[in-house]
């Protein structure tokens, strides 16, 4: 009977061993059949080198070919092209065909980078977008009026990797998050000496008027303090000098909080219609204090306490005059 048992153990132990095994292997059997994205093969030439780190070259002098490592700059994530909103375009449809030839001439490196406007203006079909406003305003901009500066639209927008944002609802952090990461690329402690050429700024010293730093860092984009609003546009680009900056607390901890016009517009409008308008799009993962007062209530509150403030003075004042009555008697 003993025996039994442990052989009957020893086959189930077997048996589930067997399913797993089975279970494993037609999972990763699914995940290696799935079709490699199909390239042109001028793009799969390009990426040849610029999407690795390293790349091969040939010493122009004794011929040798040696290792060398590609920039950050020059460096294309395939996954992330092909989902960005340029993943369908050949190089060449951007790039001069002088990069054809390796090693590229300096010529080719040199060229001016396309703006928005070369090929979003004037065009119906991106007439939402507001690309002639958002030129504009960025022309304003901190970016395009420093004589230090020579910020383009490359910077912020790489043509390689950006993705326009979904108009479905999505998590505001993350949001947040992805949006500051493009101001820290320039503005922190790695890059900000190598673009700029000046020892960076401690950002923590720079905010330390600002309370609960952690929470505010997480919670609101840099361009939500740092950059004018503008109804017509989705995301403003007029980025103020750093004096200007918001620093009063009522600015945003209000009914009328200027995160209203820029950060909580991307708010689902279902949301709105569902919950309210103050409660759709501020009582959320990103609460803001303030925001959604009552103006009424307000009055309300403040009309009983002035009253109970008087009641307390009438109380005091008719307690004084009975006890000195007796006192006079």
Known sequence: M??????????????????????????????SEVPDVQ??????????????????AVDTA???????????????????????????????????T???????????????????LDCHGDDEEYASFHFETIEEEFKKSIHATD????????NCHNPHSYKLSSKEPENLTNRITVNNMVCLDCH??????????????DLIKS???????????SRVRCIDCHAATNDSILVAHMVLPAEDAVKKCVECHSTNSILMGSLYKHQSKTARNKY??????????????????????????????IMVLIGIAIHATLRFIFKHKKQGK
């Open 39 to 56: 390239l042109d093969e001028e793009t799969r030439q390009c990426l040849a080198c610029h999407g690795s780190d390293r790349y091969e």
């Open 147 to 154: 004589e230090d500066s020579d910020v383009n639209c490359w």
């Open 2 to 31: 003993k025996k039994w048992f442990k052989r009957s153990l020893i086959g189930k132990f077997l048996l589930l061993a067997g399913f797993l095994y089975l279970f494993f292997t037609f999972i990763l059997t699914t995940a």
């Open 188 to 201: 922190g402690e790695v890059n900000y000496s190598f673009l700029i050429g000046k020892d960076a700024p």
């Open 98 to 116: 002088d990069f054809e030839i390796t090693p590229h001439p300096f010529s080719a490196r040199a060229e001016a980078n396309y703006t928005c």
């Open 207 to 217: 905010h330390d008027w600002l309370p609960n730093q952690t929470l505010h860092f």
């Open 276 to 305: 309210g308008f103050f409660n759709g799009v501020i009582a959320n993962e990103s609460y803001l204090v303030g925001a959604n007062r009552n103006y009424y209530l307000n009055i309300a509150s403040l009309s009983i306490f």
């Open 62 to 96: 004794t011929g040798e070919k040696i290792m060398l490592r590609m920039y950050k700059e020059a460096r294309i994530d395939l996954p992330t092209y092909q989902d960005g909103t340029h993943g369908q375009f050949k190089c060449t449809d951007c790039h001069s």
